[in-house]
């Protein structure tokens, strides 16, 4: 065997291991989805998918309000996700190009916002939306976690800009542009790909977010499927495969946002890599 | 088309002054090129010309419109620029119609599907869209009007460049150094398209670079800089032939004109021992200066002569360049007759002579002087000594 044939064995057999390692943990949940209560508990675990238990993705839909819950968590994210992008561009552009006083003030304090944990939040939160009355609405949700995702993303956003030529924007100034045309007709369409890994970061915090969704709504039909998930567990008894099945439920739709938005950045990436 | 005035312009960042009061006056249909060496601010003041970048003090005036607190946009101008700044998710047809497509853009065009619909009817409208194909067909785009940018050579590229600024069709075309990321051969063929280009446009233009090959061959008018300061303004022959001082003298021509060290007294004027007969023009110059003198003189005005000439200049041959169609022999002069490039260190003059030159190195051979164009210099100060 040529040494080179034997790094790329090495290499691909280190993938598959790091991708048996991910993998692993959603075929579990898959497997013990489809395998029945008694065997669940069998002291030989079950390796392979009991097809005979597929109807139970039926009866989770039937007897659960995981549908409602799922639109609610889609509502949330995408909420999050536009409100994330459509305010974090504007400071991005400005960090990037533009010159004025508390400008390195401003940055440290984005970084700052991040270090404070979410849950020191919730009491503060908890009264101001009492005074907004945003408690149990799915747009206080959208709100409170734009406000921990907009920092991140400005930083994201702001990098990409760095990285957009100052050339192009003069050409823009000549031809006509205002400073906003300039960021939305110029410098929006060539930070394209990471807009969308920035939508990516925004749109998984949001579908994910468990703390405040738990505290600030209440309504059962508001719940969201990170909180409706977390409930199935009970002191006395959890149903194990209707968990799994709904966290399998649970995450497609986000493998699904994310494979989407994965093709734009790698075209991007590739696109971007040849100067016009 | 219009007239340019610069007016006592000055810019300064921070304590640094970059362009010190200066004052120009482009003529309507004038191809001015502002040359110098990098960091001149030639680049600074064409910015300046297009609004890039604010003015310290002084005036810009367009005709008779002061310009030079108006935003880029309204000053009728195009700019090109030296990495051709064209966007590179547009296609070649809405780079060239994209100052058009502006100048009809309402806010409402920013509405997502609603403003995209807007927006393709705006470029397909047939003003802008003859105009984009009437553009493309001069500069030979036609065929490339719905590919990208990233898919062209350097030249089809500066060639967009050229038509996004031709679409509008402006008063005044402003061009920072447009040809100087192109191969040699490109680079001629460019330039003799954009010398085309302003024949047929009859616009103004203002061009930069470093290249004084360039400044010569295309402009009408050459304004020289250096350390932000205007050395000479006038036309490419008069830079050449009536350098201002020695810095002009030193920057214009390949290779630059000799500098030799000369001095008038009583009994004559000198090089070294060597006295020298000079025009009547000259020596009236050289007698009202009465100090040390450089006296300038093109390597196609000297001649190789015998050793044993009498007045003339000796030296050894120390290095022969051919050039191909002529020969370029650095001479070392002897000590007695020190003479001088642009460093003032040196004691070398460099001979163009025709054809293939023989020469070996360290031959000695005597320079003679064809005087006729020759100019002279204050060597103190290097200010040109006029009679």
């Given at each position: 065997m040529t040494s080179g044939s034997w790094r790329q064995g090495m290499h691909i057999s280190a993938v598959l291991a790091l991708l048996g390692v991910a993998a692993f943990p959603i075929y579990w949940m898959l497997v013990t989805s489809l395998t029945s209560s008694a065997e669940t508990f069998a002291d030989a675990p079950r390796l392979v998918p009991d097809l005979s238990q597929l109807p139970i993705y039926n009866a989770v839909f039937s007897t659960t309000q995981i549908g409602v819950w799922l639109v609610n968590s889609a509502i949330v994210a995408a909420g999050t996700t536009v409100l994330s992008i459509s305010l974090a561009i504007l400071p991005a552009y400005a960090l990037s190009r533009l010159q004025f006083r508390g400008k390195g003030l401003l940055g440290l304090g984005l970084f700052a916002s991040q270090m404070l944990p979410e849950v020191m939040l919730v009491v503060p939160l908890y009264a101001i939306f009492v005074t907004l009355a945003l408690l149990d609405t799915l747009m206080g949700l959208i709100l409170v976690n734009s406000a921990f995702t907009v920092p991140v993303v400005i930083w994201i956003l702001k990098g990409a800009i760095d990285s957009v030529p100052v050339e192009l924007e003069e050409a823009a100034r000549v031809d006509g542009c205002s400073r906003i045309e300039i960021l939305l007709l110029i410098v929006a369409p060539l930070i394209a790909p990471t807009i969308a890994a920035a939508s990516v970061i925004a749109f998984f915090h949001g579908w994910n977010e468990y703390v405040f969704a738990l505290t600030f709504v209440s309504s059962e039909g508001l719940r969201t499927a990170s909180v409706g998930l977390a409930g199935?567990?009970?002191?006395?008894?959890?149903p194990i495969e209707t968990v799994m099945a709904v966290g399998i439920i649970y995450t497609l739709p986000a493998i699904t946002f994310y494979l989407v938005a994965q093709r734009y950045v790698v075209a991007g990436m590739t696109s971007g890599a040849v100067k016009g | 088309m219009a007239s340019i005035k610069l007016s006592h312009i000055t810019k300064s960042f921070g304590s640094v002054t970059?362009?010190?009061d200066i004052n120009l006056d482009v003529v309507d249909g004038d191809f001015l090129v502002l040359l110098g060496p990098s960091g001149c601010g030639k680049s600074t003041l064409l910015r300046m010309l297009a609004g890039l970048e604010t003015i310290s003090d002084g005036a810009i005036y367009l005709g008779d419109r002061r310009i030079d607190g108006l935003p880029p946009s309204e000053r009728d101008m195009a700019f090109v620029f030296q990495s051709y700044a064209l966007y590179p998710h547009k296609s070649v047809g809405e780079n060239i119609g994209f100052p058009l497509l502006m100048r009809y853009?309402?806010?409402?065009?920013?509405?997502?599907i609603l403003g995209t619909i807007a927006k393709r009817r705006v470029e397909r409208s047939p003003e802008i869209a003859q105009s984009v194909t009437r553009t493309a067909k001069i500069l030979g785009l036609t065929e490339m009007l719905d590919r990208l940018p990233r898919t062209l050579s350097g030249g089809q590229r500066q060639r967009v460049a050229l038509g996004r600024a031709m679409?509008?069709?402006?008063e005044v075309f402003l061009m920072d150094e447009p040809l100087s990321n192109l191969d040699a051969k490109l680079r001629t063929t460019m330039r003799a398209e954009i010398t085309k280009l302003h024949r047929d446009l009859k616009g103004t233009f203002v061009y930069v670079t470093h290249d004084q090959v360039e400044a010569m061959t295309m402009g009408t008018k050459i304004a020289l800089l250096r350390d932000g300061q205007l050395q000479q303004f006038g036309t490419p022959r008069e830079i050449y032939e009536d350098p201002a001082n020695t810095y002009v003298a030193g920057f214009i021509g390949v290779p630059s004109m000799n500098l030799i060290r000369s001095r008038y007294s009583d009994d004559g004027f000198r090089i070294g021992p060597v006295k020298i007969t000079l025009p009547n023009r000259l020596m009236a110059a050289a007698r009202k200066a009465n100090c040390p003198t450089l006296l300038g003189v093109r390597p196609n005005a000297l001649r190789i002569g015998r050793s044993d000439e009498p007045h003339a200049l000796q030296g050894t041959v120390v290095l022969v360049e051919q050039v191909g169609a002529e020969s370029n022999v650095s001479v070392e002069l002897t000590a007695d007759a020190t003479s001088v490039e642009q460093d003032q260190s040196s004691n070398t003059i460099i001979i163009t002579t025709p054809g293939y030159s023989e020469l070996e190195l360290g031959t000695l051979i005597s320079v003679s002087m064809d005087l006729e164009q020759a100019v002279l210099f204050s060597a103190k100060t290097g200010e040109r000594i006029r009679a």
């Open positions: 199935f567990v009970g002191e006395l008894i959890t | 970059a362009i010190k853009f309402r806010w409402w065009f920013h509405i997502p679409v509008r069709q402006p």
